[in-house]
């Protein structure tokens, strides 16, 4: 089973600026299969990066993803009052297809 | 567009037995296929596993097998999640989603069923 790391825990920041979260797989991720997910309070997930790099549909284009193999960023270059909430990566290479702990931006 | 409407929040007895329903619309629904996720009160997302929505055949993740079962009434377009003989720890949101493929992402979600087991 491929285990997810997320760092920070927690990114603290102030909207206008830039968020870096960082989401690690203990092995390789096959083909990249990486996702990154928001979920706002009170709500379901939803499917932001694919691919690790992908926009999914309607995702505004200050979301970014990078990465490969076992490391992966998700960037949001200037954040809005929107984004700030818990983020989610998610890797669906290998069964069972796991998550990362998560990391919430709060404002600080 | 693709929406997935879940089943209402449900009080169990420990012992107990529940069912949730995700019932889709927007899209053929036997091309995608159905996962379902765990979230714990306060806690992360855990993936339970997926049916494959074409031939019924489910996929459980390791934890989930023996009192979870995923199934499917394609004739009202509807998923279910029953799990069987609920302890407190299965206290949790449920939220069934869809993906394009077997290693895709999961792109749609619904609103989430909250399950809570409690004497």
């Known amino acids: 089973e491929s285990v997810l790391t997320q760092s920070p825990a927690t990114l603290s920041l102030s909207p206008g600026e830039r968020a870096t979260l960082s989401c690690g797989a203990s092995q390789s991720v096959s083909s990249n299969y990486l996702a990154w997910y928001q979920q706002r309070p009170g709500l379901a997930p939803r499917l932001l990066i694919y691919d690790a790099s992908s926009r999914a549909t309607g995702i505004p284009d200050r979301f970014s993803g990078s990465g490969s193999g076992t490391d992966f960023t998700l960037t949001i270059s200037r954040l809005e009052p929107e984004d700030f909430a818990v983020y989610w990566c998610q890797q669906y290479g290998s069964s069972p297809f796991t998550f990362g702990p998560g990391t919430k931006v709060d404002i600080k | 567009q693709v929406q997935l409407v879940q089943s209402g929040s449900e009080l169990k007895k420990p012992g107990a037995s529940v069912k949730v329903s995700c019932k889709a619309s927007?899209?053929?629904?036997?091309?995608?296929?159905m996962n379902w996720v765990r979230q714990a009160p306060g806690q992360g997302l855990e993936w339970m596993g997926w049916i494959d929505t074409n031939t019924g055949n489910p996929t459980y993740a390791q934890g989930f097998t023996g009192r979870f079962v995923f199934s499917l009434d394609t004739s009202v377009i509807t998923a279910y999640l029953q799990i069987s003989s609920l302890k407190a720890e299965d206290t949790a949101v449920y939220y069934c989603?869809?993906?394009?493929?077997?290693?895709?992402?999961?792109?749609?979600w619904g609103q989430g069923t909250l399950v809570t087991v409690s004497s």
């Open positions: 989603a869809t993906s394009p493929c077997t290693s895709c992402p999961l792109d749609y």
């Open positions: 927007g899209y053929t629904f036997t091309i995608y296929a």
